[in-house]
């Protein structure tokens, strides 16, 4: 496995799911056992253990997908507004000036995003 590879598979979504679920076992297990061993403060240790656990599956489960669409929808506009160039500067228009305007245009639309 390329270094590459194990840095992508150590991010993946999958790996962050099965680690927060994890936690999320481990916290419930561990507020179960100190809770009958009556030692409070590490049930709520183990609570907030079991909270940051539930709070990392949110974040995947919400932002993943958000993240996945927005990038392929870029990129399908991205192939898009370049077969278009082409299509213009197949048309007679000269390529410089075109490329710069779609450049300004992004410019703009980075802008107004406020990004």
Do not use: H, K, W, Y
């Not at 990392?56 to 932002?63: D, E, I, P, S, Y």
Request: hydrophobic residues 60%; proline residues 3%.
């Amino acid at each position: 496995m390329a270094a590459v590879d194990a840095r992508t598979l150590i991010l993946a979504p999958q790996v962050i799911r099965g680690v927060a679920l994890l936690l999320c076992v481990a916290g419930i297990a561990g507020m179960i056992v100190t809770s009958i061993a009556d030692d409070i403060s590490a049930a709520i240790s183990f609570g907030l253990l079991g909270a940051t656990g539930a709070l990392a599956l949110l974040l995947v489960g919400a932002l993943v997908p958000a993240i996945e669409s927005a990038a392929s929808l870029n990129e399908a506009l991205a192939v898009e507004v370049e077969a278009q160039v082409e299509r213009l500067v197949a048309a007679g228009v000269e390529e410089t000036p075109v490329r710069n305007l779609v450049r300004d245009a992004v410019d703009l639309g980075r802008q107004s995003a406020g990004d």
